[in-house]
């Protein structure tokens, strides 16, 4: 059974204060990994995907990475509007490619 | 391009009653999924259509679950008769075919009480 971990489970940084999320997975046959963003009350919100170890990905303030077991979503100099859970989902094969989130890592960014 | 819509945003019924959500996914978009997502948790797929047809709903609880998606494109997803466990937010999502980018619409807020 496809497995995501991710930590911290709620993080708190000041605005310019840089860190990482951490997604830790276990998947038979990965075919691909996600980042999304969610919003209080919205749904989540497409980021990236990752397919390989050693795949980088950047979107403004965010760059998401990827190892053979795990994932990193670094944030540098974040803003107050950073803040949001942000999930890690993994996709295995099969006949339906299934997507399997983790419990995502809430992101507060205080000015 | 307009998003996937759903509708109601929030619901709020007491248990043993019946409650049918609604969704019209990306134009164009072949697959369409069911998640539930309860407070605190990651989202998790309840059923998957390719077109009209089921792909997965080995998670769907088929005793008080039950969905259709007529004509490939909306699609409802029916809880009867709902339980207080029942309380999460139910998000719908589509995408060009499988595998692709999912997709997510805003969510139907339930509360069972």
């Known amino acids: 059974e496809d497995q995501v971990t991710q930590s911290p489970e709620a993080l708190r940084l000041q605005e310019g204060e840089s860190s990482s999320l951490n997604c830790s997975y276990t998947v038979s046959g990965l075919r691909g990994l996600f980042w999304y963003r969610q919003d209080p009350g919205k749904g989540p919100e497409f980021l990236f995907t990752l397919y390989s170890a050693g795949e980088e990905k950047e979107k403004e303030r965010l760059k998401a990475t990827l190892t053979k077991k795990e994932s990193f979503l670094h944030i540098t100099a974040p803003k107050p509007e950073d803040s949001a859970t942000y999930l890690c989902a993994v996709r295995s094969g099969g006949s339906n490619y299934k997507l399997t989130f983790g419990k995502g890592t809430l992101l507060t960014v205080n000015p | 391009e307009a998003g996937v819509a759903q509708s109601p945003r929030y619901k709020i019924i007491e248990k043993r009653q019946s409650v049918a959500f609604w969704c019209n996914p990306i134009s164009g978009h072949a697959t369409l999924y069911w998640y539930q997502q309860i407070l605190g948790q990651g989202p998790k797929l309840l059923i998957q259509?390719?077109?009209?047809?089921?792909?997965?709903d080995s998670q769907l609880p088929k005793d008080r679950f039950s969905a259709e998606r007529l004509k490939g494109v909306d699609s409802t997803l029916k809880i009867q008769p709902a339980k207080l466990e029942d309380s999460a937010v139910y998000l719908c999502a589509s995408s060009r075919e499988v595998p692709d980018t999912q997709y997510f619409g805003p969510g139907t807020r339930l509360t069972v009480l």
């Open positions: 259509f390719q077109n009209n047809g089921v792909v997965d």
